[in-house]
């Protein structure tokens, strides 16, 4: 829970209204025109203590105003902390992610998302908690913090989504011993693994399907149904990751919440994200950043600048520029040693141990 505490009107704050305040009871009880009760003595009473009382309003409004960009401070503060920027390459993919917030008081949102190298690969998370702003952050920062931890220590995916359902069944728990009532919440997940040939296994439970770019396409990852969203249901016994191809070189992944899908215009249509995606794949090259560009510029304008929902939006490209068919295919295997090269940085790319975050 973030708390924001209020501070005690200082010294210097409590000048004003006590000037004011001095002023209007000088002039009521010292001025001998405020005892006259003719029509121009009543006008000059008025207007003094109009000014009085328009000085104190301004001097609150102030006050409140300045209270309320130190609260929007500090919730874009702890946003940064919960949803950290990304970097801009992670074992040869270039990332790209973006988040706008529906909740435009308090600017933080409860869609979450996250990418770390691993020895296991990269490893995405990407989810979207029920309700938005500084209420859905406590949920953002238990599934975030138990992911971060469970993609490097887990070997498989499926106990690395067990972990994230440990972990928010625990955050409920919690919750529910200090707020009554507790609304019924739940998270929907999108837990994704990209292996060094470009192998995708994903667990689903309740999220979009993310989008495949392969030159001009935009098709569906998967169209297997997704499991049921974490929190009010348990999960199967079994768990197998769902294989999804591969990810080849130049290709790329369109991870989203479904408040991309779900917004709508004036008229109550819903915004097109495909549509969307394959005007940002006419003009080539495409990079994570230009898919971004395009996405969030169609929803503002589909929206008026004013979306309903919280919408993120990531992009993996597979930016690997030379890789063997027969590794992709299955009959050779990759070789630590004489890792791939990568496009843009052919010769610099400093390799997975060294993806570090930039602040």
């Known amino acids: 829970m973030i708390r924001i505490k209020a501070r005690a009107p200082t010294a210097r704050g409590a000048v004003l209204p006590i000037v004011w305040g001095g002023a209007a009871v000088a002039y009521k009880f010292g001025c001998p025109l405020s005892q006259q009760d003719g029509l121009g003595a009543r006008i000059v009473t008025s207007a003094v203590f109009f000014a009085v009382g328009t000085g104190l309003i301004l001097h609150v409004r102030r006050a409140l105003v300045r209270e309320l960009r130190q609260a929007r401070r500090v919730a874009r503060a702890a946003q940064s902390v919960v949803l950290r920027p990304l970097p801009p390459w992670l074992d040869g993919l270039n990332v790209a992610a973006a988040q706008l917030s529906a909740d435009r008081a308090a600017c933080v949102g409860g869609d979450l998302y996250e990418a770390v190298a691993t020895e296991h690969g990269v490893r995405v998370v990407m989810g979207d908690v029920r309700g938005h702003g500084l209420g859905a952050l406590g949920t953002v920062a238990a599934v975030l913090g138990s992911f971060r931890e469970a993609a490097h ?20 728990s ?93 008229k109550g249509r819903f915004f097109s994200l495909p549509t969307a995606l394959r005007d940002a794949v006419r003009s080539q ?23 309903t929902d919280d919408i993120a939006v990531l992009v993996l490209r597979n930016g690997r520029a030379r890789m063997c068919t027969s590794m992709v295919r299955g009959t050779a295997s990759f070789d630590p040693a004489k890792p791939p090269l990568f496009e843009g940085e052919p010769e ?12």
């Not at 690395?160 to 625990?170: G, M, Q």
């Not at 996405?295 to 589909?302: E, G, M, P, S």
């Not at 390799?351 to 930039?358: I, K, M």
């Open 153 to 172: 220590d887990e070997p498989e995916l499926g106990r690395v989504l067990r972990r994230l359902d440990r972990a928010l069944a625990r955050h409920l």
């Open 174 to 266: 919690e919750r529910a011993r200090t707020e009554h009532p507790v609304t019924e919440e739940f998270v929907t997940v999108l837990l994704l693994e990209i292996g060094r040939d470009g192998e995708l296994r994903a667990f689903n439970c309740g999220h979009p399907w993310p989008y495949r770019l392969s030159g001009t396409s935009v098709e569906p990852l998967s169209r297997l149904e997704p499991l049921p969203p974490l929190g009010p249901f348990p999960l199967p016994t079994e768990l197998k990751a769902h294989s999804c191809g591969h990810l080849l070189p130049g290709e790329s992944l369109v991870l989203f919440t479904d408040g991309a899908e779900d917004a709508r215009d004036a």
């Open 285 to 307: 090259p495409v990079s994570p950043q230009s898919v971004l560009r395009t996405v969030f510029t169609a929803l503002l304008q589909h929206t008026a600048g004013s979306p």
């Open 348 to 359: 610099a790319w400093p390799g997975p141990q060294s993806t570090g975050r930039t602040r």
